[in-house]
């Protein structure tokens, strides 16, 4: 992680998160027709899972829904689809946050932890984002900085959150607070980070050795007589159903230039663009480091910036952040993007300036303005087919669940659904058989209504279904149980399973012969004989992905175990088989070691707790009852 993206992460204070469950989103702006209980009906006080008794209301899961989804700007530009959202799965990630929120809620007042009123203030007092000089900023001012968020929030509804938040702290603290790591283990991960080997590899891949090889039919059966289960078919469904096409229904809807209009009015902030400067910067860290020493020496750097030296070639040889490589640049951010002892620097000189030592939470910093954008707002014309194609979206979304809601009040069994199709100018399809991972012909891959699929009975039809296209209800028409197929069925795919085989052991006999002549003698000329292209490395760390072959941890074991200058055995893989050379290999230093120890003892030790921790919750949640309304969830995620 970059220290810019933990400066950005560090300004979004309001984006707690509980445990080990992490949605890390940047919340710019959530238009209504990306939440997902909008135009269901839903009701706010409704429960949509219990856990302990404790209600986790549908008007809490739209707040924290809203918090934690986010218009990421560099990745989507702007714009996020329902498609995108459902295939991010960001609802259901929601309401597993909630509920884990919720054990652990249960799990700490089980071991009588609790957060006193004084607590709270206390951590509220020390957020950098509640702050001016050091200081708190005042009562009135937090409770208006609340209500500028995307929702605005009520210091209650925030205070609630954040004392949540600090009982899982403390719940974490006091299950894990044993857990440590020894001077051993931390020199292992140095070792796992810093280990570095540059190799020559030949890889012969299985597929290059296929052609010629042709089984014999008894070959193809005996491998399909000893290997029945490979082939066994899972038990399969197929269902007969209506589909209520939202996206159909969209061109049949109309926007008003009015709605247009106060669609524009009501969320100006989407379209606006906050002033951004572009800034360069030199890193001096103070963490676990003599703090006067480093200003010292990022003094001495500072004026040799005033002397005229290059700033990019400073920043490449004394910042210690991962933008050294591109000469400090941060690229454009917005005011709120940094801390704002930085911010204040950056945005407060003129382009070209360079600011005196600025110190922040992560050490020093010599900050080089390097450009500047003045804020925009995009004008209503510029954006009227977006905000139209928007509210055609809701409309249509309105329409599909109205339409769902009558058909539901009218189907109580299979045969209803003829007679309601044809009312409705819809047909009824059939999906043909699938498996549970299978997609649904007409429907795609809709894993809530396949798994509604699997637990419905002959003779019953389904309630109304959320899927990609709108809606659907369905009914069991065949069940197929598991069984292995008949020989013919799967043939041709036993015979390329033994194809493949074959063609690893041809792959391994020569990569014997090629590993036995690079032993004796020039890997490359072994390599050549083989009639195999020699590709080599930079010097790599384990799970680098190497040529031909991608992350592996068997090539990575093994080239690893070699001194510089030897060559490995044959080393199978799923896809080839590897001979390699260590060309040079590089080790970490006791000097190197003594200067990371603090950060690799605290990041292996955060690691090992959220390990432990995370495995002490799953066992402590299945002696809670949590229990779901699946109405309500169907109401706000289409369960």
């Known amino acids: 992680m970059t220290m810019l993206d933990r400066m950005r992460r560090h300004k979004a204070w309001l984006k707690w998160s509980l445990g080990l469950v992490v949605v890390t989103f940047v ?32 008007g809490t899961f739209q707040r924290l829904y809203q918090q934690q989804m986010a218009s990421v700007q560099q990745a989507y530009g702007g714009q996020l689809t329902a498609d995108m959202i459902q295939q991010l799965g960001i609802p259901q990630r929601v309401v597993q946050q909630m509920i884990d929120e919720e054990a652990m809620i249960v799990e700490a007042a089980r071991l009588d932890l609790t957060v006193t009123d004084a607590e709270l203030r ?106 029945q289960e490979t082939y066994r078919d899972p038990e399969k469904r197929r269902v ?63 004026a040799r910036v005033g002397a005229g030296e290059d700033f990019a070639a400073l920043a490449k040889q004394f910042s210690e952040d991962s933008s050294a490589e591109r000469g400090g640049d941060l690229d454009f ?6 801390v704002p002892e930085f911010s204040n620097a950056a945005f407060g000189q003129d382009v070209g300036e360079v600011t005196d030592l600025v110190k922040s939470q992560f050490g020093f910093h010599i900050i080089k303005t390097t450009d500047k954008r003045p804020g925009s707002v995009r004008s209503l014309a510029e954006v009227r087919a977006q905000l139209e194609d928007q509210i055609k979206f809701e409309k249509a979304q309105q329409e599909a669940q109205r339409i769902a809601d009558e058909a539901a009040r009218e189907i109580d069994d299979p045969s209803d659904l003829d007679r309601v199709a044809q009312a409705r100018g819809l047909t009824v399809g059939d999906s043909g058989l699938f498996s549970r991972e299978e997609p649904l012909a007409g429907l795609g891959f ?55 085989l074959k063609a690893i052991e041809v792959a391994k006999t020569r990569a014997a012969t090629l590993a036995a002549a690079a032993q004796r003698g020039n890997f490359a000329a072994a390599a050549k004989a083989a009639g195999v292209t020699v590709k080599t490395t930079e010097l790599v760390t384990r799970g680098t992905p190497l040529p031909d072959v991608g992350v592996s941890t068997v090539v990575d074991d ?15 893989t799923p896809t080839a088989v590897v001979v390699a050379k260590v060309v040079e290999k590089s080790t970490g230093t006791p000097e190197g070691l003594a200067a990371e120890r603090i950060q690799l003892t605290n990041e292996l030790l955060q690691r090992r707790r959220q390990e432990f921790f995370a495995a002490y919750m799953t066992k402590a949640k299945l002696k809670m009852a949590i229990e779901f309304n699946d109405v309500a969830l169907q109401a706000v995620i289409g369960r």
């Open 558 to 572: 093994a080239v690893f175990a070699l001194e510089q200058g030897a060559v490995s055995a044959p080393i199978s």
């Open 333 to 338: 951010f917005a005011r709120e993007a940094m």
């Open 27 to 58: 919340l710019l702006y959530v238009p209504s027709f990306l939440d997902p209980a909008a135009g269901t009906g839903a009701n706010p006080n409704d429960a949509i899972a219990t856990v302990d008794g404790r209600r986790i209301t549908v």
């Open 240 to 302: 007969r159903y209506i589909s209520i096409d939202a996206d159909a229904l969209r061109t049949t809807m109309t926007a008003t230039p009015a709605e247009i209009e106060a669609r524009y009015r009501d969320n100006m902030s989407m379209f606006t663009t906050p002033e951004q400067v572009r800034a360069s910067h030199i890193l001096f860290k103070t963490e676990g480091k003599d703090e006067a020493a480093v200003e010292k020496a990022a003094r001495a750097v500072l």
């Open 122 to 227: 206390e951590r509220i007092l020390r957020m950098p984002g509640f702050q001016q000089d050091g200081q708190f900023i005042g009562d009135e001012r937090y409770r208006q900085v609340l209500q500028m968020q995307r929702p605005p929030l009520r210091a209650s509804e925030f205070e609630e959150q954040l004392r949540k938040s600090l009982m899982a702290e403390k719940l974490q603290a006091a299950v894990t607070g044993w857990v440590h790591v020894s001077d051993a283990d931390v020199a292992q991960e140095y070792r796992q980070r810093n280990d570095k080997v540059k190799l020559e590899m030949a890889v012969l891949i299985a597929d290059a050795f296929r052609e010629g090889i042709t089984p014999t039919d008894a070959e193809v059966s005996a491998h399909f007589a000893a290997n």
């Open 446 to 500: 809709v894993p809530q209504v396949a798994a509604q699929a699997f637990t419905l009975e002959q003779g019953k039809v389904s309630g109304q279904l959320r899927t990609s296209q709108g809606f659907a209800f369905i009914a069991l028409a065949e069940i197929a149980p598991p069984a292995v197929p008949a020989f013919d069925a799967v043939k041709e795919r036993v015979k390329d399973d033994v194809i493949r």
